[in-house]
Structures are given as C-alpha cells and as structure tokens.
C-alpha cells in the first residue's frame, strides 16, 4: 500500500489501538492505578476518529468530519482526566471538557453552514495546541520529584505536539486546503507523521511513568513501617550506620534512644487492638512533630521505637526524651472519643564518647531501657550514669 496520508492516518489508528490495549493490560496487571484506564478510553477514541476520519469523501460528513473529530478531541480529556487522577489531582471538570464542548458546535458550523476546510482546520490546530500543552505542563510541573525523570519524557511528546499545533494554525494561511484533508501537502504530511510519532512517544511514556512510580512505592514499601508511616527497622540500620561512618570521620557524636510504650498488652486487651493500633500512630506522629529535621525517628519493633539524635550528646538527649515524655503524657491517645493515657518507658546511649561500634551502643541503650521498664516505666535511663530520671507527671 502506497505511502499516502490515508496510510499514515491508518497509521496513526493502528498505533492508538495498540496503545489502548497497552493501557487496559496496565489496568488489569497494575490496579492501584485505576487512572491507566482512562489513558486506554482516550487511545481508544482515537483509534476510533482516525478510522472515521479515513472515511473522509466515502461516508456522511456528520460522521467523517465532526464525530472523528469529536472523538479524536474527547480522546484528550480522557488522557488528560487519567493524568490528574494518576496525579492524585482533584478537579471536578478540567477545562479540557469545557475546549471539547467548545470545538463540537465550531465543527457543525464550518461543516454545513460555512463549508471551511481552513477554519476547521485552524480550530483543531487552537484545540491541540491548548490541549497538548495543558497535558504536557501539567505532568512537566505537577510530577513528583521522585518521578520527574518519566513524567518528563512523558510530557515531551505533548509539548513538541502542542507547538507544532500553534505552527501549523499559522502556516494553514500559506497552503491550499481547497484539495481537501488529505491533500498531499507538506503540513499535512507533517501533521499526519508527528501524530506516529507522538502516539509512540506517549505509549511509552505512559507506561514509564506507572513502571517508575511502581517501582518508588516498592521501594517505599521495603522501607516504610505500614501502620506508623515512619522508618522500619531495616532502613533505620542503614541510617545509623550511615551516621555511624559520618561520626566516626568527623569524631562526632550522636545519641540513641529506644523507648517502650509501658502496659501497651493492657491498651490492646482492654480498649481493642485498633486502639493499640492508634496509640502507635499517634506516638509516632508526637515524635516526628518534637524532632528536628535531622534527626530520625523509626518504629524499631512492635511497641517499641528507636531515636537517632544528631551531634548530641547524653544531656541533648536527655531533654529531648523529658520533652516528648511531657508532649506524650499531656496530649494522651484519642481513640474513638476516649483520652488514654500513656506513659514511656526510655533508654539513651551515645555513640562517640567511648571506642564501641554502633551494635554496642545500640546494645547499651537496650540494656537501660531495660532497667527503665524493671523500675516500674514512666522513667529514663542513661547508660553512661545508669541515672534515673523520674517522670515528670
């Protein structure tokens, strides 16, 4: 078959549909991103008016002209709808939908009552280049950090396809569109080609971005304590030992403290595990709020949480203990419009004051913990002293 403008809007169909079947194979294999679903409606329709519009001087105008074209405009609010769902966006109706109504009573117009090839040609030229360029900057701006590098390559397709929209609204003043659509003119060639073009680029973009994004929750997962949304225990070891290298290279210090939540077994039988459940969040949440940015925090193991305090010595981490035992006490644990109260049971060691490796501290901020939990909890430790510190109450 002769390469001609009908074998590259073929083209373009053939790879729409291919990119539809793409979309739903996501959907089905990925379903946390129900978004993929919306991409693969979108591809479809454009399969669809690219079909359509193929048919140009064969079937009725209503159908070659404004539904193909109908259908190849909703095909961007659908792609467009799926991105800011993918996006975690909430947006009731994009503008995209508003264009679409828009476009619709344009084409009817200059279909049956002002017959213009050139002014058809230029609305859909005005809607692409909106369209495209709206899709392309909201996933060039709006993309995670953590996901830029795919929502980037996504958005370029979008973007290059936009601006050639605003070239050729210009240039369809240079050509002659009296031949019809596919008149073979050296804008329509383009347009027809970059089309191929953007469809593959946005096929792979598409899928790019759910393979990253899969892949950062993964690695999130591996990480992250499912109920307390901070640091498990695996991660938080690569921390220290992270620190450990850094203190050791600059003769630093820096302090550990595990704590316990004392009489947590009576919480959970008395009120029900969700209450335990809340009791841990809830703590979590009171730390994260009292530490500084580079300190860390992490759920070290059941009821029990580990605190990794900076360039701080015995005493810092002294008073930062006391502070969140008075936040922890006085705040208490809301759980379904009951106050329970907590109390804490720590454990401080430094790292940097004596020549032990991190376990040994680790080790010695366990053993004071400990001691802290014989003595009845509700107070803290230090290693060092094996002084206790009573609860201020």
């Not at 405009?73 to 909430?90: C, D, P």
């Not at 709006?142 to 390559?153: G, T, V």
């Not at 006490?329 to 991190?358: D, E, M, V």
Request: charged share 15%; proline share 1%; hydrophobic share 50%.
């Amino acid at each position: 078959m002769p390469l001609d403008l009908r074998t590259l809007a073929f083209s373009v169909s053939l790879v729409s549909l291919n990119a539809a079947v793409i979309m739903l194979l996501l959907f089905l294999l990925v379903k946390q991103y129900r978004a993929t679903i919306f991409w693969g409606i979108g591809n479809l329709l454009c399969a669809l008016g690219f079909g359509l519009l193929m048919g140009r001087g064969l079937i009725p105008d209503l159908y070659s002209i404004v539904l193909a074209n109908l259908l190849s405009a909703l095909s961007t609010f659908f792609i467009y709808y799926g991105i800011i769902k993918f996006l975690n966006f909430q947006q009731k109706m994009p503008l995209i939908f508003w264009a679409v109504l828009l476009l619709l009573p344009a084409f009817l117009y200059f279909s049956f009552v002002q017959k213009s090839l050139l002014y058809r040609s230029l609305v859909t030229s005005v809607f692409g280049a909106f369209t495209m360029l709206l899709i392309g900057l909201t996933l060039l701006i709006q993309a995670p950090k953590s996901l830029r590098f795919s929502h980037r390559f996504a958005s370029s397709g979008f973007i290059v396809m936009g601006l050639f929209q605003i070239f050729r609204g210009v240039a369809l003043f240079g050509v002659n569109t009296s031949y019809g659509i596919f008149a073979d003119t050296w804008l329509q060639t383009a347009n027809f080609i970059l089309s191929v073009i953007f469809m593959i680029l946005w096929t792979m973009g598409s899928v790019f971005m759910v393979t990253q994004r899969l892949s950062v929750e993964l690695t999130q997962t591996a990480r992250i304590d499912f109920l307390t949304q901070t640091l498990n225990r695996r991660a938080a070891q690569e921390r220290l030992n992270q620190e450990a290298k850094r203190a050791e290279r600059k003769n630093g210090v820096f302090s550990i403290i595990l704590m316990d939540v004392d009489k947590f077994k009576y919480i959970n039988d008395h009120y029900g595990h969700s209450a335990g459940d809340a009791a841990l969040i809830q703590i979590s949440d009171m730390m994260r709020k009292s530490l500084r940015t580079e300190d860390m925090h992490c759920r070290w193991g059941g009821d029990e949480f580990l605190i990794m305090l900076q360039d701080t010595a015995e005493v810092g981490a002294l008073e930062a203990a006391e502070r969140l035992k008075k936040v922890i006490h006085n705040q208490k644990i809301h759980y379904q419009k009951k106050k329970i109260s907590c109390t804490l049971s720590i454990g401080i060691a430094c790292f940097g004051i004596a020549s032990r490796t991190l376990e040994e501290t680790i080790t010695q901020a366990d053993e004071a913990l400990y001691i802290a939990k014989s003595k009845g909890g509700d107070c803290i430790v230090v290693e060092s002293t094996q002084k206790e510190q009573l609860a201020l109450l």
